[in-house]
């Protein structure tokens, strides 16, 4: 009799005992291979057993929120309310408490109580952690995507790792790609590409690509290839993302890599801000505003506005995020401030904020980036040559050839020109999207009109407020969307909400857009 039949048949007896024990024996196998018949199962068992249970009220929880044949996970993960008996009761409830925090942005409950979670399997005897050794892989996951979202990257990375020994030790394919995965994300968070390419190197074949547990690893291979240059690469990693629209966990990771490939690879950050603007209105306030998601966005605005010229609008997203970005980042977002900086002319302040940096013993990308800004902003030339030098070994060894950007071309060149083993970069394609066309230049008469149609006028008002024939607004609108990269008002619109200094008149402008 296979295990879907067994389990099957002992749901229709209503003997739930028996469904306990099909379920725990064969855990890995049931969330790898029969997801469907595992909901299924617990879907039927009834409320007394439930409330009776942990277990089955978490396995129940957790069974309907896996994805099944390609479905989007139908809800947001919601704890059960049952009362506990054994370890993995205890686990299974604080499990589900932590995951239900994590998904309203609720971080230090999150963290609470996977860090409950984790004392309590400590301290439990060998013999107990044994029994339940087939499902400690699910568990220490959700534990580690806890402190992810939370920033506490480095307890992250601790429970992913030990999720990854158990997962293999279960035998649990889909564990093992997930594990690997986050694991490999979080160091590719950081810019340690040679770490988070050995993790991608473990992660096994997916049975299902439209499972869920693929996503860090594509989102890990995506963030190595930007840092490394490799358009190629990071595209083909990009088209693997699943596309969801009840993505709870990393859709903030998703969108940053998104963003930071336009940034890196494309020439139009006005699009990618507009589409950043808009993923960031589909999750509630504390969603988007808090943790490892609300850094993550705070940064990629800021580079994104840096790119399009509104360096007032960059200057103001770091100003207002300052306080609430996880200290992880709290350095890159200083060098995003110095970035700015150096970009409106006040060459003294980018020096002091790129300084501040290099004494709090910054990450491989942040360090890196620091060097080259006091590279080139350096006026004794031995001095400038030693922050080179020091900058380039970080990028060899860490594979952080788009950092080179951080700079203009012509400075980078001229800098690297004296270097006796620089470092190979595709100037061309790493130097594209930070030497943009230049802005929209909308006449007077464009910014009139879009300003009205952005404003919900038709064409019909607008003509007769400005007292023009219909036919002229028309030609008017149609030039400003060609300039604005538009084919639609709609399209105009969102790119005017990104990027509002873009109705200024181009005469007007010197001093708002740097």
Not at 128 to 156: M, N, P, S, T, Y
Not at 480 to 488: C, I, M, P, Q
Request: net charge negative.
């Amino acid at each position: 009799m296979s295990i879907e039949t067994d389990l099957m048949a002992a749901v229709a007896a209503e003997h739930w005992e028996r469904v306990h024990e099909i379920v725990g024996a064969n855990w890995g196998e049931l969330t790898n291979h029969h997801r469907g018949t595992l909901a299924a199962a617990m879907s039927a068992l009834p409320p007394e057993v439930l409330a009776s249970m942990p277990r089955y009220a978490a396995s129940k929880a957790y069974g309907e929120f896996i994805p099944v044949s390609g479905s989007t996970r139908p809800t947001r993960f919601t704890s059960p309310d049952a009362s506990p008996r054994a370890l993995i009761d205890y686990l299974s409830v604080l499990t589900a408490r932590s995951a239900a925090a994590r998904m309203h942005g609720h971080h230090s409950n999150a963290v609470s109580a996977a860090r409950e979670a984790r004392s309590m399997l400590d301290d439990a005897t060998p013999a107990a952690r044994a029994e339940i050794a087939g499902v400690l892989a699910d568990l220490k996951v959700q534990w580690g995507i806890g402190h992810l979202l939370a920033g506490d990257l480095e307890q992250a990375l601790g429970e992913f790792t030990a999720a990854y020994d158990s997962a293999v030790a279960a035998d649990n394919r889909r564990m093992t790609v997930e594990a690997a995965g986050d694991c490999a994300l979080v160091l590719a968070l950081q810019g340690l590409a040679p770490g988070a390419s050995d993790w991608i190197a473990r992660i096994p074949e997916i049975d299902d690509e439209t499972d869920t547990v693929a996503d860090s690893g594509n989102i890990a291979t995506a963030l190595v290839a930007i840092d490394a240059g490799d358009r190629d690469r990071a595209a083909l990693a990009l088209s693997r993302f699943r596309p969801s629209t009840e993505e709870v966990d990393h859709w903030a990771i998703r969108r940053f890599t998104h963003s930071r490939f336009a940034a890196t690879f494309e020439d139009d950050a006005v699009a990618a801000l507009s589409m950043l603007a808009a993923t960031r209105a589909e999750y509630p306030d504390r969603e988007r505003n808090s943790g490892l998601n609300g850094s993550l966005l705070v940064l990629a605005e800021a580079e994104l506005r840096l790119l399009t010229g509104d360096l007032e609008g960059a200057d103001a997203v770091i100003a207002r995020h300052r306080r609430s970005v996880v200290p992880c980042f709290a350095n890159a977002l200083t060098i995003m401030a110095a970035r700015v900086a150096v970009t409106g002319g006040h060459r003294d302040r980018a020096r002091r904020l790129a300084g501040s940096v290099l004494g709090k013993n910054p990450l491989p990308r942040d360090g890196a980036t620091t060097l080259l800004l006091m590279a080139s902003l350096d006026p004794v030339p031995a001095q400038a040559a030693r922050f080179l030098a020091s900058a380039l070994t970080l990028i060899r060894e860490f594979g952080l050839t788009t950092v080179a950007a951080a700079i203009p071309l012509d400075v980078w060149t001229a800098l690297s020109s004296h270097e006796p083993s620089p470092v190979d970069v595709p100037t061309t394609v790493v130097f594209r999207a930070h030497h943009p066309s230049a802005p929209a230049t909308l006449s007077r008469r464009e910014t009139v009109v879009l300003r009205a149609a952005s404003a919900g006028m038709t064409v019909a008002e607008i003509a007769a407020s400005e007292q023009v024939s219909p036919h002229t607004v028309k030609k008017q609108l149609h030039s400003a969307y060609r300039k604005l990269g538009a084919t639609s008002r709609q399209d105009a619109v969102a790119t005017l909400a990104a990027s509002p200094w873009l109705l200024i008149p181009t005469e007007d402008r010197e001093g708002i857009t740097g």
